[in-house]
């Protein structure tokens, strides 16, 4: 798996993650870590570029939750392993990570795993930029 990281001015910055190849058990530690630095230096927004993944195992799914609990925790408690109390209670779908560009059977995977209920997926990159409020 190879992340090619950019940062673009929405709203607010939004950092954007093109993966590439397959999110599974010998790569999805390499994502958290990842998410988890550019979170650490201050990013508030990410998108998850799925366009090039090839194959999303439950390995790779339990990293995207990592990540979405990574950012939806409140701010002082950035540990989503220590800190799962802490998730914002919200209603309605991340505004912190959204998911961009999956392949179709990439796409089916999170609809039959229930990601869809909490991250929102767009078919272009502009269309997500413009949901980050």
Known sequence: MDITISTVQAKYPVTIFKINGFLNLGTSSQLEEQAR??????????????????????????AILYIYK????????????????????????????????????????LEISGFVQFIEIFENTDKALNSIS
Do not use: M
């Open 70 to 109: 990574l950012f939806e925790i409140e701010p002082e408690t950035a540990d989503p392993d220590i800190h799962k109390d802490k998730v914002r209670k919200q209603v309605g779908k991340s505004t912190h990570i959204k998911i961009v560009n999956p392949r179709p059977e990439i796409r089916r995977i």
């Open 37 to 62: 630095e550019i979170y650490n230096s201050g990013a508030r927004y990410l998108l998850l570029d799925l366009a090039n993944v090839t194959s999303l195992s439950s390995a790779g799914l339990r």
